[in-house]
């Protein structure tokens, strides 16, 4: 889970809005709008002051490595992975992997203008090829026929 998903959940456990937030670190709205949605990770000074004002160590925003990311390999019911998931696994922020689309330099999936806002597009099997997971054939499985 990305240090942006772990700083939302950490607001909805204190019950706490990011302007609250920033009065109690002295950090701006901006920064921390920044650091919500994945642009930025703050600096280390700034990791301790928003772990402090919310109650957690500072090693609860960056778990381990090879800690499994809960629900990365759900995919929606056609067959697509939500930016966030998709970033997770590319180990980059969703907000980078949003651009990469939109500019179409992503060979699994594309964006979409739509009036006001983008729709992304991420398909799951060419994702996992890109990684380079392969599926596990029926007889790597042990499963018979």
């Known amino acids: 889970m990305s240090y942006a998903k772990r700083l939302e959940l950490a607001l909805i456990e204190a019950d706490l809005k990011a302007a609250e937030l920033s009065r109690r670190t002295g950090i701006s709205k901006a920064c921390l709008s920044q650091y919500l949605s994945g642009v930025s990770i703050p600096r280390e000074d700034r990791q301790e002051l928003i772990a402090d004002a919310l109650s957690k160590d500072l090693d609860w925003f960056f778990p381990e490595k090879d800690e499994p990311i809960p629900g990365a390999d759900e995919e929606l019911p056609d067959g697509r992975v939500p930016v966030y998931l998709a970033a997770a696994k590319l180990q980059m922020s969703p907000q980078k992997l949003r651009q990469a689309l939109q500019q179409k330099r992503a060979p699994f999936g594309f964006a ?8 992304y597009h991420i398909c799951g099997a060419q994702l996992k090829a890109y990684l380079g997971i392969k599926k596990e054939s029926s007889a790597a499985t042990g499963e018979s026929r």
């Not at 979409?112 to 729709?119: A, G, L, R």
């Open 112 to 119: 979409v203008w739509s009036e006001k806002s983008w729709t």
